[in-house]
């Protein structure tokens, strides 16, 4: 898997290079118009898929797509990337037979078409896997996929064809499923092949991935990209909606950019890198690996020993782990999700009982404390969950500034809300966390998902009433966009100058690579070996997550430190 | 913004217009002028003081339930033992208020106001605590002691606290525990209780909107995961919440015997207005000030409906028909919205 940031040659400008390209020519940086080449009268589209041409829609406040042009040839995979609001789902849902364009014309196969819902698009080959699955839980994987165009016997559905037919269907394209299980019993990653074998069973040709790898582990992210280099060997067309470039890079062979409503670029991928795809979508040049300098760690300030924590069924999810960590340093746990960093996390702010072991917070017993205490106590918490746990979504923006300091001065007086104080304390602090819009009054509800967790990052490093001294992360960049992104990592490495302690904990490699200090790695609730970021490369911690220890790991090489 | 103030307003009154319409349709059924039935009907809630005294009476113990099931729900309680804690509320209060004689009004009325809102208090945190640390669910747990609350009134009328004979009943409570009269007209004494009661709802909406109190409750109530995670204390905020709506309610029960002839505890006194504060505190959408006016408008339906019974010969059924369709109406929010939003598009094309 290609790094993020790995220099790749850079001829994206050299554009008399490409003679494949489309019939658009556009790297526009500066959110420019795409200036056609196509000759006049009759276009032909024949040797594209997709072709939208001039998409405009339009809602009542916002311009969501603004003249675009958007092209996919036939059995290729387009990468479709762009900010959060950029108008990439407003596109595809047009495609999609969801919304209706405003003007312009969408092609497929060369012939017009005007969809007047999904199931005009359905017919005419299109297939969409959505970010979050539309499965029924209680049914098998053969049912689901099968539901809304089963076979049948007479007025009976012919199970056994059905069986059949899927079967047929997930090894031709190499989607390993259990056609019998049930889809609670499976894993996310299959229902996902679940969601691919569902639209390939009714015809689809061109294939829509709605962010696919945001649930997936790096394991099931390489799966997919199995699935999807068959699916193209096989001819069929992909769209890939995605904000991870290193994954533009590892699967895709054309890139259509968008900001603001508009396409910013549209490249070949082996034409470009990362660095030159983020700054289309940003409109900036961005950092793609914050710059840190080396960390001062002083005194301890948190201390677990021996912990054991159970999960929802009462199992041992958190193994006697032991860990450090001391003011002024980022210690990042590595690992695949559900390996028991959410009990850990949870458990060192008083969210879940602890069974065995201690927490010792600045020198203080915490075991078992209350969450209150523990805040109390100078910790504060960036949940994995923000809607869940972070945020009040039918409280305005400035209630949820203080969830958790709601009884603190100067906020509360005697049990009085001081709601001038608290709005002004609010206004500096939207403004100072570039959340937007700056409406204070707002329910955090109709925020974006970014400016939600800016939100969240907001209440939780600032410093009054008191200043945090350990900042547990949990998944702080789940779901933004790059520019949140670069923003909440200073952020969180400036709160580490300052000599904040930093607990974080992430699904994403990059993320705990580009920020922590040290490195635990997390495998079934135990810590496989602590690493430095320098010491180790992907690919060995990548073992370690999969349940190798350290010294297995490190001494495959040969220089066991 | 504009739109955003109004619309509250929007779907109950569009709810009690569509029910009065419906309403309508069945009075012409059954053959009568549903023009002439409502025409009565308003009078006889409103048409002058007696009607107006009477109306204000009924409605008095209704904006103090409407009160208590509204405050359980902005916290997420459902509470549905209004019934149970406003029987215990008036029992506990009566039984101090039967004692008082000695003392001044000015001592008397608010320790047994406090005592029967103690009742209501102590009989609605039992469902609290059982919810808190056991799991049961509210609604059962209520339910159950409603009829615990039942049976224990009509015992204590009709043993430890009976006098006389005919209908159980308790002695009458000290006439230093009566509430002050404003107005009295023939029958209809209308007592400072509807005071208090407008009282209590504006201090309930400044500790919902105001305190930090509120802030933490209402934050239980959205979600509690968060709130948990804000440092809140969901067991104790459930207890709370149970605790101040069963006061809310047990003062009703009290409000009610202290400022009504006969001025007694008569054991299963509450006639469903417990059950009504849940239909208050709908059309009032938990709003204390909107459950002031959804009060209002269940009691003036309740008086209305006796004149339509009587002057047009019109069954006080219909009054529970329109009931229904109110609280369907307002509880399926969507299809009043519908249809609000609907109109609108039709208003813009026209």
Same mark, same amino acid.
């Given at each position: 898997?290609?790094?993020?940031?790995t220099p790749?040659?850079?001829?994206?400008?050299?554009?008399?290079?490409?003679e494949?390209s489309?019939?658009?020519?556009?790297?526009v940086?500066?959110?420019g118009e795409s200036?056609?080449?196509?000759?006049?009268?009759?276009?032909d589209?024949?040797?594209?898929a997709?072709?939208?041409?001039?998409?405009?829609?339009?809602?009542p406040?916002?311009?969501?797509?603004?003249n675009v042009?958007?092209f996919?040839?036939k059995g290729?995979?387009?990468?479709l990337?762009?900010?959060?609001?950029?108008g990439k789902?407003t596109?595809?849902?047009?495609?999609?037979?969801l919304?209706t364009?405003?003007?312009?014309?969408?092609?497929?196969n060369?012939?017009?078409?005007?969809?007047?819902?999904?199931k005009?698009?359905?017919d005419n080959?299109?297939?969409?896997?959505?970010?979050?699955f539309?499965?029924v839980?209680?049914?098998?994987?053969?049912?689901?996929v099968?539901?809304g165009?089963?076979p049948?016997?007479?007025?009976?559905?012919?199970y056994n064809?059905?069986?059949k037919?899927?079967?047929e269907l997930s090894e031709?394209f190499?989607?390993?499923?259990?056609?019998?299980a049930?889809?609670e019993?499976?894993?996310v990653?299959?229902?996902?092949?679940?969601?691919?074998?569902?639209i390939?069973?009714?015809? &689809?040709?061109?294939?829509?991935f709605d962010?696919?790898? $945001? +649930?997936l582990?790096?394991?099931?992210? @390489?799966?997919?990209?199995? #699935?999807m280099?068959?699916?193209?060997s096989?001819?069929?067309?992909i769209i890939?909606i995605?904000?991870k470039l290193?994954e533009?890079?590892a699967?895709t062979?054309?890139v259509?950019?968008?900001r603001?409503?508009?396409?910013?670029?549209?490249v070949?991928?082996k034409d470009t890198?990362?660095?030159?795809?983020?700054?289309?979508?940003v409109g900036?040049e961005v950092?793609?690996r914050?710059?840190?300098e080396?960390?001062?760690?002083?005194e301890l300030v948190?201390e677990i020993e021996?912990?054991w924590?159970?999960?929802?069924r009462?199992?041992?999810a958190v193994?006697?782990v032991?860990?450090e960590?001391r003011?002024?340093?980022?210690?990042?746990i590595?690992?695949? &999700?559900g390996?028991?960093?959410?009990?850990l996390?949870? $458990? +060192?702010?008083g969210?879940?009982?602890? @069974?065995?072991?201690?927490? #010792?917070l600045?020198g203080?017993?915490?075991?078992?404390?209350?969450?209150?205490?523990?805040?109390?106590?100078?910790?504060?918490?960036?949940?994995?969950?923000?809607?869940?746990?972070?945020m009040?979504s039918?409280?305005?923006?400035?209630?949820?500034?203080?969830l958790g300091?709601?009884?603190?001065?100067?906020f509360?007086?005697?049990g009085?809300?001081d709601?001038?104080?608290i709005?002004q304390y609010?206004d500096?602090?939207?403004?100072?966390?570039?959340v937007?819009?700056?409406d204070i009054?707002?329910?955090?509800?109709n925020?974006?998902?970014?400016?939600q967790q800016?939100?969240v990052?907001a209440?939780?490093?600032?410093?009054?009433?008191?200043?945090p001294?350990v900042v547990?992360?949990?998944q702080?960049?789940?779901g933004?966009?790059?520019?949140a992104i670069?923003?909440?990592?200073?952020?969180i490495i400036?709160?580490r100058?300052q000599?904040?302690?930093i607990?974080?904990?992430?699904?994403?490699?990059?993320?705990?690579f580009?920020?922590?200090?040290?490195?635990l790695?997390?495998?079934?609730?135990?810590?496989m070996?602590?690493?430095?970021?320098?010491?180790?490369?992907r690919e060995?911690?990548?073992?370690?997550m999969?349940g190798?220890k350290k010294a297995e790991?490190?001494?495959?090489?040969g220089?066991?430190? | 913004?504009?739109?955003?103030?109004?619309y509250?307003l929007?779907?109950?009154?569009?709810s009690?217009?569509?029910?009065?319409a419906?309403?309508?349709v069945i009075?012409?059924?059954i053959?009568?002028n549903p023009?002439?039935a409502?025409?009565?009907m308003?009078?006889?809630a409103?048409?002058g003081?007696e009607?107006?005294?009477?109306?204000?009476?009924?409605?008095?113990?209704?904006?103090l339930?409407?009160?208590?099931?509204?405050?359980?729900?902005r916290?997420?309680?459902?509470n549905i033992?209004?019934?149970?804690?406003?029987?215990i509320?008036a029992?506990?209060g009566?039984?101090?208020?039967?004692?008082m004689g000695?003392v001044?009004?000015?001592?008397?009325?608010?320790?047994v106001?406090v005592?029967g809102?103690?009742?209501?208090?102590?009989?609605?945190s039992?469902?609290?605590?059982?919810?808190a640390?056991?799991?049961a669910?509210?609604?059962?747990s209520?339910i159950?002691?409603n009829?615990?609350?039942?049976?224990?009134?009509?015992?204590?009328?009709?043993?430890?606290?009976a006098?006389?004979?005919?209908?159980?009943k308790?002695p009458e409570?000290?006439?230093?525990?009566?509430l002050?009269?404003i107005m009295?007209?023939q029958?209809?004494?209308?007592?400072?209780?509807i005071?208090?009661a407008?009282?209590?709802?504006i201090i309930?909406?400044i500790?919902?909107?105001r305190?930090t109190?509120g802030?933490e409750l209402?934050g239980?109530?959205?979600?509690?995961?968060?709130?948990?995670?804000?440092g809140?204390?969901?067991?104790k905020s459930?207890?709370?919440?149970?605790?101040?709506?069963?006061?809310?309610a047990g003062?009703?029960?009290?409000?009610d015997?202290?400022?009504?002839?006969p001025?007694?505890?008569v054991?299963?006194l509450?006639?469903?207005?417990?059950?009504?504060?849940?239909t208050?505190?709908?059309?009032?959408r938990?709003n204390?000030?909107?459950?002031i006016f959804?009060?209002?408008l269940?009691?003036?339906?309740?008086?209305?409906?006796?004149?339509?019974?009587?002057?047009?010969?019109?069954?006080?059924?219909?009054?529970i028909?329109?009931?229904g369709?109110v609280?369907?109406l307002?509880?399926a929010?969507?299809?009043v919205?519908?249809?609000i939003?609907?109109?609108?598009?039709?208003?813009?094309?026209?």
């Open positions: 898997m290609p790094l993020c940031g790749i040659s850079l001829i994206a400008n050299d554009i008399k290079g490409r494949d489309l019939p658009i020519f556009s790297i940086g500066d959110g200036v056609s080449t196509l000759k006049s009268g009759t276009p589209f024949s040797d594209y997709v072709a939208m041409k001039g998409i405009v829609k339009k809602f406040s916002v311009v969501a797509n603004d042009d958007f996919v040839k290729e995979i387009h990468a990337v762009g900010e959060n609001g950029a789902s596109l595809m849902k047009q495609l999609y037979g919304y364009p405003d003007d312009g014309e969408i092609y497929i060369g012939r017009k078409v005007h969809f007047k819902g999904p005009d698009a359905i080959g299109i297939g969409m896997v959505h970010q979050h539309m499965l839980d209680n049914q098998t994987v053969a049912e689901n099968i539901l165009s089963e049948r016997k007479g007025i009976f559905l012919d064809k059905a069986r037919e899927v079967k031709k190499g989607l390993a499923v259990d056609i019998d049930k889809i019993d499976i894993p990653g299959m229902q996902q092949r679940v969601e691919i074998l569902k390939l069973y009714r015809g &689809a040709e061109i294939l829509i962010e696919p790898t $945001a +649930v582990t790096p394991q099931e992210t @390489e799966e997919l990209f199995n #699935v280099r068959l699916l193209k096989n001819g069929k067309t890939f995605t904000h290193n533009v890079m699967i062979e054309n259509t950019v968008m603001l409503g508009k396409v910013t670029g549209n070949l991928t890198n990362p660095r030159e795809i983020a700054t289309m979508m900036r950092l793609l914050v710059e840190k080396k960390a001062h760690p002083s948190l021996d912990l924590v159970n999960d929802n009462g199992l041992y193994r006697g032991s860990l960590v003011a002024g340093e980022i210690v990042g590595a690992g695949v &999700a390996n028991g960093q959410t009990e996390v949870e $458990a +060192v702010t969210l879940r009982k602890v @069974e065995k072991g201690r927490i #010792v600045l203080n017993e915490m075991t078992n404390a209350s969450p209150l205490e523990f805040r109390e106590s100078g910790l504060t918490h960036i949940p994995e969950d923000r809607i869940k746990r972070g009040i039918q409280y305005p923006v400035y209630y949820n500034l203080i300091k709601h009884s603190e001065e100067p509360a007086k005697n009085i809300l709601l001038n104080e709005k609010s500096k602090l939207v403004e100072h966390f570039d937007r819009p700056r009054n707002m329910l955090a509800g925020l974006s998902g970014g400016n800016k939100m990052v209440r939780e490093l600032d410093e009054t009433p008191v200043k001294k547990v992360v949990a702080p960049t789940r933004l966009d790059i520019g670069e923003f909440i990592h200073k952020t400036s709160m100058d000599g904040i302690g607990l974080l904990i992430s699904m994403e490699l990059d993320e705990i580009s920020l922590s200090d040290r490195i790695v997390f495998y079934e609730g135990e810590i070996g602590e690493v430095t970021p320098e010491e180790v490369t060995e911690i990548g073992l370690m999969a190798h790991v490190l001494g495959e090489r220089d066991i430190k | 913004m504009n739109r955003s103030k109004i509250p929007l779907v109950p009154t569009v009690v217009l569509i029910a009065l419906v309403a309508s009075i012409v059924i053959g009568k023009i002439t409502y025409a009565v308003i009078r006889g409103f048409g003081a009607q107006l005294a009477n109306t204000i009476v009924k409605m008095t113990p209704l904006v339930t409407g009160l208590a099931v509204g405050f359980g729900f916290a997420g309680v459902f033992g209004a019934e149970g804690q406003m029987a509320g029992l506990i009566s039984m101090v208020a039967i004692n000695a001044p009004s000015i001592i008397t009325i608010p320790v106001i005592t809102m103690l009742g209501g208090a102590i009989w609605a039992i469902a609290g605590f059982l919810k640390f056991t799991g669910h509210e609604v059962i209520t159950m002691l009829w615990i609350a039942a049976n224990l009134a009509s015992f204590m009328v009709t043993g430890p606290l006098v006389g004979s005919g209908t159980p308790s409570i000290a006439e230093s525990a009566k002050p009269i009295k007209v029958a209809t004494e209308l007592s400072i209780g005071i208090i407008v009282i209590v709802a309930m909406q500790i919902l909107e305190t109190m802030y209402k239980v109530g959205f979600n509690p995961y968060a709130a948990e995670y804000g809140i204390s969901i067991k459930i207890i709370l919440t149970m605790a101040i709506s069963g006061a809310l003062m009703a029960g009290i409000i015997i202290m400022g009504v002839p001025h007694r505890f054991g299963e509450t006639g469903g207005r417990g059950f009504d504060g849940i208050i505190a709908l059309i009032g938990n204390p000030i909107g459950i959804a009060a209002l269940i009691a003036a339906l309740r008086t209305g409906s006796n004149a339509m019974q009587i002057s047009a010969q019109i069954p006080d059924d219909i009054v028909i329109i009931q369709i609280i369907f307002v509880a929010e969507r299809i919205a519908s249809i939003y609907w109109k609108r598009k039709r208003g813009e094309l026209a």
